[in-house]
């Protein structure tokens, strides 16, 4: 990986600034032009070595009182559908497939943040009669972990770990 790249990964690692132009900002932290710094961004993202570049939401912090994640059993054939349905909703965060397990028969999760969990129950409730989704589990966060990007490539490595 170039240096050029690895100023870009450094860059990154603290995420994205909340500023009007938040790639300008990272892009001066790289030592690069905001066009630069897209552009290799792309390039790195077309090379599939940057699989993504997303936010992480600090959902308390960001007004949400509760938060919950609910699970289905979505048949297989059904899963883009439900997923792609579910991903464009505004008041979920995120949403995945996972394979069921014995015992474990939930393939689909989706994180809810609301401002009560009555609302939560209630969004859970239209998106499950929307989607034709059967019986779910919700689960409730109690509190909010902290929230830390990966780091690579930090300036104040030992030269000698670098292989």
Same mark, same amino acid.
């Given at each position: 990986?170039?240096e050029?790249?690895r100023?870009?990964v450094?860059?990154?690692?603290?995420?994205?600034?909340?500023?009007? #132009?938040?790639?300008?900002?990272?892009?001066?932290?790289?030592?690069?032009k905001?066009?630069?710094?897209?552009?290799?961004?792309?390039t790195?993202? +077309?090379?599939?070595?940057?699989?993504?570049?997303?936010?992480?939401?600090?959902?308390?912090?960001?007004?949400?009182?509760?938060n919950?994640?609910c699970i289905?059993n979505?048949?297989?054939?059904?899963l883009?559908?439900?997923?792609?349905?579910?991903? #464009?909703e505004?008041s979920?965060?995120?949403?995945y497939?996972?394979?069921?397990?014995?015992?474990?028969p939930?393939?689909?999760?989706?994180?809810?943040h609301?401002? !009560?969990?009555e609302?939560?129950?209630?969004i859970?409730d239209?998106?499950?009669?929307e989607?034709?989704?059967? +019986?779910?589990?919700?689960?409730? !966060?109690?509190r909010?972990?902290?929230k830390?990007?990966m780091r690579?490539?930090?300036?104040?490595?030992?030269? !000698?770990?670098? !292989?």
């Amino acid at each position: 990986m170039e240096e050029q790249d690895r100023k870009i990964v450094r860059a990154l690692a603290d995420g994205i600034p909340f500023v009007p #132009r938040p790639y300008a900002a990272l892009a001066e932290k790289a030592g690069m032009k905001e066009e630069a710094f897209l552009d290799r961004l792309r390039t790195l993202k +077309a090379q599939g070595i940057l699989r993504r570049v997303g936010a992480v939401l600090q959902h308390r912090r960001a007004g949400f009182a509760a938060n919950a994640l609910c699970i289905w059993n979505v048949p297989k054939d059904r899963l883009d559908e439900v997923g792609s349905a579910v991903s #464009r909703e505004m008041s979920v965060s995120h949403c995945y497939s996972r394979e069921t397990v014995e015992g474990w028969p939930y393939n689909f999760y989706a994180m809810i943040h609301a401002q !009560s969990r009555e609302e939560c129950e209630k969004i859970a409730d239209r998106i499950a009669a929307e989607n034709g989704l059967g +019986a779910r589990q919700t689960f409730y !966060s109690v509190r909010e972990g902290k929230k830390a990007a990966m780091r690579y490539f930090c300036e104040n490595e030992d030269e !000698s770990d670098n !292989s």
